[in-house]
């Protein structure tokens, strides 16, 4: 499979042989969807925390008695069933919200995203993406001569003076191959790839 690269101007020039098996996979939605729910979830911190029946603030003494009143017994103020008690099953600081995703489902999951980016012309490849100095307004020159707002960039590896660059566009993320992850490459309306992350993403996934 070909993909084009563009160059600094936004024209089509040369072109580059990747993997059918990494650009040209058939997409599986159910795949993707379960890779990004489980990456989501992966992320979440269990910093939560609600009390229990023993744990609240209330009174020992027994609210009524027992009977003669017509209303429900009840022994205690710190009962799940009223407003202000505890909770019968609560959350706790430590609970775990991550889901197990095997590595092979990881990587086709990956594959199928890149391979439907190429399909909808969303993946756009340069030779290189690179600025002399760390100066923001070099970056965003660069991104309008390819005619493009809001991009997830994918270099081979991040240098001090692009990193610097494109920390302040908050249209813009930077990444290497191995930090690429499912909702990044799906959150942005175009993903740009040089040409020497391809072949790192063809090591890391292939």
């Known amino acids: 499979m070909e993909l084009k690269i563009i160059n600094e101007q936004g024209q089509s020039g040369s072109t580059v042989n990747v993997s059918d098996a990494l650009f040209g996979r058939e997409y599986n939605e159910s795949l993707v969807h379960q890779v990004v729910v ?22 020992t003494k027994k609210p009524w008695r027992q009977k003669g009143t017509g209303r429900a017994r009840i022994g205690t103020t710190a009962s799940p069933l009223w407003r202000g008690g505890g909770r ?8 775990n919200f991550s889901h197990k995703v095997n590595r092979k489902m990881y990587r086709a999951g990956i594959a199928a995203i890149l391979s439907q980016l190429a399909r909808e012309d969303r993946l756009v490849v340069v030779e290189s993406f690179a600025v002399d100095a760390p100066k923001t307004k070099m970056v965003a020159q660069k991104l309008k001569n390819l005619g493009i707002d809001s991009a997830l960039l994918v270099t081979e590896s991040l240098d001090d003076n692009l990193m610097l660059a ?13 930090h690429v992850d499912p909702l990044s490459l ?21």
Request: glycine share 4%; charged share 25%.
């Open 38 to 59: 489980a990456y989501q979830a992966n992320a979440r911190a269990g910093n939560r925390a609600q009390m229990t029946r023993s744990e609240v603030r209330h009174s």
């Open 186 to 206: 799906i959150r942005f309306p175009r993903v740009i790839v040089t040409k020497a992350a391809l072949e790192k993403f063809e090591e890391l996934l292939g």
């Open 88 to 95: 019968a099953f609560p959350n706790s600081p430590d609970e």
């Open 166 to 178: 494109a920390r302040n566009l908050p249209n813009l993320l930077v990444l290497e191959p191995k």
